[in-house]
């Protein structure tokens, strides 16, 4: 069974610009969670879907956003790039069950972002 | 106050003894709890996952969860240097997703 599967794995930008990263679930995986992970705040959540619609959302501002597509994949945006959204993004899926997403998340190997 | 808080170590232990690692939540309807483990480079991985007070064991590994306490530990037996890495307590509630805390790092020195 494949895993979690992110691209682009290591990007460059610069500020000002916009990226958009994108994550393919586990087969028969309908919630999708992204995060941010640095070494001084470790994981910060982003937002989650699951059958399309976003459930949850962290404390990030506008500039970052995100969709789910009917196939469960999913991609995330980040506008007017600044030095400070350079992190590793992870993408991570999980079964759903009563509550929402199970906790039992499998993560990608993540997209290093560095904006210059 | 953080809601869910980790020593982030580094935690040195010898090879074969046991590393304790430990974990508090702030909000009581906290439901679900969870141990991840990220070697350097990698991504996190599911170690343990436990949702009822007491303890829960699986091979080397065992949780424990007091709730009354707001507590979560990770006890690892006969460490090897293969478990060096930083492990990672999450805690859920309800609809909302996974709230992590910011590792500990364990290093087992053989």
């Known amino acids: 069974k494949a895993g979690v599967t992110q691209t682009p794995r290591y990007l460059i930008k610069t500020r000002g610009q916009q990226v958009t990263l994108s994550c393919s679930p586990i087969s028969g995986h309908r919630s999708v969670s992204w995060y941010q992970q640095t070494p001084g705040q470790g994981l910060q959540f982003l937002f989650e879907y699951f059958s399309e619609t976003q459930r949850n959302k962290g404390n990030f501002p506008g500039r970052f956003s995100g969709r789910q597509f009917s196939n469960s994949r999913s991609e995330m945006n980040v506008s007017t790039l600044e030095l400070g959204d350079s992190a590793l993004y992870l993408c991570?899926?999980?079964?759903?069950?009563?509550?929402?997403?199970?906790?039992?998340?499998?993560f990608g190997e993540g997209s290093r972002l560095t904006v210059l | 106050q953080k809601e869910v808080e980790q020593n982030s170590g580094p935690l040195s232990v010898p090879e074969g003894a046991i590393a304790s690692l430990n974990c508090t939540y702030s909000d009581r309807v906290s439901q679900s709890f969870f141990w991840y483990r990220q070697y350097s480079g990698k991504s996190p991985e599911l170690i343990m996952s436990i949702y009822s007070n007491g303890d829960k064991e699986d091979g080397r590994f065992t949780a424990q969860l007091n709730k009354a306490s707001q507590y979560v530990s990770l006890l690892i037996r006969d460490s090897q240097p293969s478990d060096s890495a930083t492990y990672l307590c999450?805690?859920?509630?309800?609809?909302?997703?996974?709230?992590f805390g910011k590792g500990t790092m364990l290093l087992v020195s053989p």
């Open positions: 991570a899926s999980s079964v759903i069950r009563t509550g929402g997403n199970s906790g039992e998340l499998f």
């Open positions: 999450a805690v859920k509630k309800g609809y909302s997703t996974l709230t």
